[in-house]
């Protein structure tokens, strides 16, 4: 049986990046860069004030108490009028350009002000208070790399750059087809005998969630016919994901259909508890996925395995779970044949991470994700961690 590594990275390997599409820069939220970002321009553009005061030369002012005369102001969004006369002090507000001849700026607060002159009550030094052209970013730089998440300060430092429009990976259209003759959507009537379909709601929401497009096409009977006519309807979509139907039983078809005509599979089987069974294949040109049925396995899965492939569409460079070592508070029981996730909550400790278990760890408990914020993951082969042991774990949470 492949491990998590492998199956991920023969995923992985068989999925190519979107193209690249031009979007106005405040539709760019949550997408990753299709282009490297390289400034035309020094930012700040010009000395400015980073304080209200008054610009000086510091030759000016050897000592405390030296009196000078205030030559004019400027506003913020004005122009100096002309360059700093010598024994002089111009007015300047936070943000002002600072005029020729300045060295520094003395704020307010050290200064006493009579009117067209003004007491510096400090020694001021070369270049206080003054932000000076291309400290934050210059001319050349490289700023964003391809493959970058656009989230609030890269739209900031896009927007301070003037990209009115910036070139991102499209997003992926991602199939979901739900299997089972037992599980009914929200809109269906619940009859004895029928559960609701929670992973249709969880896949949706996770897909939704790495800004991919979800293509939801409802639930197929436990039939070959059924689930064809299903996966034929998703001919616009660029993944395939399922979930059910695809470990031992007699009506778990998932794999019939991936195995039959024009189709293929690559594998159906990965080391991980919960959810071993877990295809990979071909199904109509698209790749597919097909998730395990029960509600955990379903959503493990698709973070370890559909999430990496919706993020290399995407253009994304890390495609794993952010990975923390943090200490057990409890003992965790492991798998001797494969390695575990337990969900569990990440937290802090004093000066350290440390995680706890989220109680009952079924696969088909889904509260156990809703309380949970990560992964802990139990090695295969060990039997048990012991409580004050470090656990890898993997986030599973945007902020947590
Ligand atoms: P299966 O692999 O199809 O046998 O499904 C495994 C378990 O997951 C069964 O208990 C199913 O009832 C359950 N299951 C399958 N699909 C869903 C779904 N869409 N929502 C919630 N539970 C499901
Ligand atoms: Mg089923």
Known sequence: MITVEQARETIVSRITPLPAEKLALDQALGRYLAEDI?????????????????????????????????????????????????????????????????????KREDTEE?????????????H???????????????????????EAPEIGVLASLRRRMVFCRQRPVVAIIATGDEVADLDEELTEGKIPSSNSSSLISRVRQLGAIPLYLGIAKDTVEDLRDKFARASRADL??????????????????????????EFWKVRVKPGRPLAFGVINGIPAIGLPGNPVSTMLSFDLFARPAILKFMGARTLTLPKVRARLTEGIRGSSDRPQY??????????ELCVSPTGPQGSGILSSMARGNCYMIVP???KILEKGEYAECEIFRSSW
């Open 380 to 382: 295969q082969g060990s």
């Open 114 to 126: 009579y009117g067209d002159s003004v007491v510096i009550r400090t020694l001021p030094r070369k």
């Open 342 to 351: 337990v969900r569990g909550i990440l937290k802090r400790c004093g000066d």
């Open 38 to 106: 390289v400034s035309g321009m020094d930012i700040p553009p010009w000395d400015n004030s980073a304080m209200d005061g008054y610009a000086v030369r510091i030759q000016d002012v050897p000592r405390e108490g030296v009196r000078l005369d205030v030559s004019y102001e400027i506003p913020a969004g004005s122009l100096p009028q002309g360059p700093l006369g010598e024994g002089r002090a111009v007015k300047i507000m936070t943000g002002a350009p600072v005029p020729p001849g300045a060295d520094a700026v003395v």
């Open 240 to 265: 395939i994901l399922t979930s059910g139907g695809v470990s031992m039983g007699d009506y778990d078809v998932v794999r019939d259909v991936m195995t039959e005509g024009g189709n293929s599979m």
């Open 128 to 150: 206080d208070n003054i932000r000076l052209a291309g400290e934050d970013i210059r001319t050349g730089d490289l700023i964003l790399e391809e493959g970058a998440l656009l």
